[in-house]
């Protein structure tokens, strides 16, 4: 199992939009082509403007897959296109669990 945290710093300004956008848009598609949310969080305290959501795959073939899926969807195309401008960074990290982890999808 893998852990993908995918990290998004948002234009100042445009964190409400952006939400409003994601939740209607593009999570109905992701849930669809990815699968297994694990969870979207907002940037409370320190580095501000960010989400970051998690996202659980079986391996990085899966995620390849699942991925490229999204990849195809005209409407994924769609969102994206008017998403542009939104962040000003991002970063996507592949974790795995130690044995210790108390996650357990």
């Given amino acids: 199992m893998i852990f993908e ?3 998004y ?5 445009r964190m409400d939009d952006y939400l409003v ?3 209607r848009d593009a999570l109905p598609l992701q ?9 979207f ?22 995620r390849e897959t699942r991925r490229r899926a ?3 969807d005209p409407a994924w195309h769609d ?4 998403n542009r401008g939104t962040f000003v960074a991002q970063e996507v990290k592949i974790m795995t669990p130690a044995p210790f982890c108390p996650i357990h999808i």
């Fill in 5 to 7: 945290q995918r990290t």
């Fill in 9 to 13: 710093t948002v234009a100042h300004g």
């Fill in 21 to 23: 956008r994601y939740e």
């Fill in 31 to 39: 849930r669809k082509h990815l699968g297994r949310l694990l969870g």
């Fill in 41 to 62: 969080f907002v940037s409370d305290i320190g580095p501000l403007n960010q989400v970051v959501h998690i996202w659980v795959y079986d391996s990085l073939a899966d």
């Fill in 70 to 72: 999204l990849d195809e």
């Fill in 79 to 82: 969102f994206k296109a008017g």
